[in-house]
Structure formats: structure tokens, C-alpha cells
């Protein structure tokens, strides 16, 4: 494969995080370090700002003086990642895209790692992932968010490091707006690519995607992907989890937790006590048995086992209620076909 065919650009959407300043030092480092290596550089690294469109501020980022004048700010209008991501690829017009999230630490040899990775790819591979790395405590055993961040590192075809070829994206219409949150829009455009014919390949390169802070409540926030999960269902049908490589969770439990509850209150109304206790007895059964799921593996610091004691309560009802929202919101979703995409583009095998 000629270095023109496997030129590529960068893409990441960001919020402004601090991170994005780590993730920029890396890549002008490694850059630095591999200036006499083969193969190409990034020809572009597009910074997209998804902060809504009422900040009027500048991007909060310092560009290394190595990176030059390569690296360039578009606008993302708030409309979340998968649509970031959209303005950014198509902002640029080499034949492989590079898309990073903004808090990854690419390795010193990434870029021509990268290369590489890109270079082995034969016509009918559609993107390459890198290795990911997720370091944790070694002095300890890791928190329920470090633990859950640290399933990024068996995930299949997530954008944290993911190229992509033009070609590919423009075949089935890029990323699916319609997923707002930074869940299952990766997924989603692999279902895609491949059913349309193409193959996803893991390269050689590795990027470490450290736990960023979190407060006590994040676990409570995540439940939103439950609504996700339903636009995953109606795109691509019951099987999707097992095609995606994607853990089914917990919902079924949540549900039967969150009817108990529910039991409870309306047993207790109509002033029937022994349905009542039984349904009590069961929602403490439930929320005890998550609780200690998420303790025992854990540090088990008082800290530690107080925040998983609390959102274990508050977990089950808000995905249920997630769930519920997405079943509403998406009711209408047609499956996904090689002939609804938004860019039409090749269908079938490619060659």
C-alpha cells in the first residue's frame, strides 16, 4: 500500500477537557520522537467543539509547538459524539481517519504504529482498533468505576482509539446522530460496517486510556445508555449484544428489583401487609445481592461500600426508567439496512 492510500487524519471530539492537553503532548511527542520513521504523520488533527453553541469562550487547549500548524478547531455544535465525530471526518479528506477520544495517552510510537496498522490493512478491512490499556492501582484492588473503565480495554471497536477508512464511513453514512452520548454510537457504526460487507480488524498499536475522576453519582448518570441499548435493539435486532461483544447488564434484575419496590408502595396503599412485606423482602434481597456484586470485588473502604450501598438503591429505578424513556423515544426506529443509509455508498462485499 502506497503512503498516499494510507495517509490519515485526526479526529477528536472534545468538551475542553484537561485531558485533551495530555492527549495533544503525547501525540506531539511522539511525533518528535519519530520523526525519522516511516511512514506518514497525521496530516491533520481535527479538534471538533462539541460545548454547546451558547459558550462563547475559545477552546480551552494548548497546542504543543510540535504538532504546528496541523492541528485545527471546528465547531460541534453540542450535538454530542457520534455527531462530533461526523463533522470532523468529513471535515477532512484523507482516506483513513484516526479518531481518538480527548481523555487517551497514545504510546511514543503511536503514530507510526499507526501507519503500520493502516499499511497491513488489505482493501476489505474497514477500520483498525488499537490495543487499549486502562492502567489501575496496583496497591489496591481497583473502585466499581475504575473496574467498569476498565472494560475499555476488552471492548470491541470502541472510538477511544479506532481508525476508520473514508471509504467505509461515506458506505453507510457515518455515525448515527441519533446517539448522543458517548455508549454504544461505536458499536452501532461496527454493526453497520460490517453487515455491510466489510471487516474490523485490532492492529498493533497501544493507547492508554487512564479512569478520569468521577464524583459518587456517575454510576447513577451511566444508567442513561438503557435508552441507548433500546436504539440498538430496534436497529439491529435481539442479537446485537453478541455481534457487538457487548455484556447484556443487568436490566432484567433491575426490572424485577424496581417491580418490588413498586409492590411495595402499592400493596402498602391498598393496606394489604403481607404483600407488602413480601414485596419488601424481595426488593431487600435484590438491592443487597447488587450491592455486594459491586463491593466485594472492590477496595472495600468505608467510602467505597457507602457509595455502592447508595446507588445500589438509586441504580435499578433509573434504568428502568431509562428504559422505559427509550422505548417511548425510539418506538417508531426502522431496522438499520445497507439501503436507509444517511450517505448512500457501496453495499456488499468489498473489493
Do not use: K
Not at 448515527?176 to 458517548?182: G, H, N, Q, V, Y
Not at 485490532?202 to 486510556?209: K, L, P, S
Not at 436497529?235 to 419496590?261: I, M
Not at 447488587?290 to 441504580?315: D, Q
Request: hydrophobic share 45%; charged share 20%.
Amino acid at each position: 500500500m502506497s503512503g498516499e492510500a494510507s495517509a490519515f487524519a485526526v479526529v477528536i471530539p472534545t468538551l475542553g477537557r484537561p485531558s485533551l492537553n495530555r492527549l495533544l503532548a503525547a501525540l506531539a511527542e511522539g511525533a518528535n520522537a519519530g520523526a525519522n520513521a516511516e511512514g506518514p504523520r497525521p496530516s491533520r488533527i481535527v479538534l471538533v467543539d462539541d460545548r454547546p453553541p451558547s459558550d462563547p469562550t475559545p477552546l480551552p487547549v494548548t497546542v504543543p509547538p510540535g504538532l504546528g500548524e496541523a492541528v485545527e478547531v471546528i465547531p460541534g455544535l453540542g450535538g454530542g459524539p457520534a455527531a462530533a465525530r461526523n463533522a470532523g471526518w468529513r471535515a477532512v479528506s484523507e482516506p483513513w481517519v484516526a479518531f481518538l477520544d480527548d481523555d487517551v495517552v497514545p504510546g511514543p510510537t503511536w503514530a507510526a504504529d499507526l501507519a503500520r496498522d493502516l499499511a497491513a490493512a488489505d482493501p476489505a478491512v474497514a477500520g483498525v482498533q488499537a490495543r487499549i490499556v486502562v492502567p489501575l492501582p496496583d496497591d489496591r484492588r481497583p473502585t466499581d468505576w475504575e473496574r467498569t473503565t476498565a472494560g475499555l480495554a476488552t471492548a470491541r471497536w470502541i472510538t477511544a482509539d479506532m481508525a476508520y477508512r473514508r471509504a467505509a464511513l461515506e458506505s453507510v453514512g457515518g455515525f448515527d446522530e441519533r446517539f448522543r452520548r458517548a455508549f454504544r454510537e461505536d458499536a452501532d457504526l461496527a454493526l453497520r460496517v460490517l453487515a455491510d460487507g466489510w471487516r474490523l480488524e485490532v492492529g498493533e498499536r497501544r493507547t492508554a486510556h487512564p479512569v478520569r475522576p468521577a464524583d459518587d453519582w456517575v454510576s447513577v448518570r451511566g444508567q442513561a445508555g438503557n435508552a441507548d441499548d433500546v436504539l440498538m435493539t430496534r436497529l439491529h435486532g435481539r442479537g446485537w449484544w453478541s455481534r457487538a461483544g457487548a455484556p447484556r447488564g443487568r436490566l432484567p434484575r433491575h426490572v424485577a428489583v424496581t417491580a418490588a419496590g413498586l409492590g411495595v408502595v402499592a400493596a402498602a396503599a391498598a393496606r394489604r401487609r403481607w404483600a407488602a412485606a413480601g414485596c419488601a423482602a424481595l426488593w431487600l434481597a435484590g438491592t443487597a445481592e447488587f450491592a455486594a456484586a459491586r463491593i466485594l470485588p472492590g477496595p472495600r473502604t468505608g467510602r467505597e461500600v457507602r457509595r455502592m450501598a447508595a446507588t445500589s438503591v438509586v441504580i435499578p429505578p433509573v434504568a428502568v426508567a431509562h428504559w422505559l424513556a427509550g422505548m417511548i423515544v425510539h418506538r417508531g426506529v426502522a431496522p438499520w439496512s445497507p439501503f436507509n443509509s444517511v450517505i448512500s455508498g457501496n453495499c456488499g462485499v468489498h473489493e
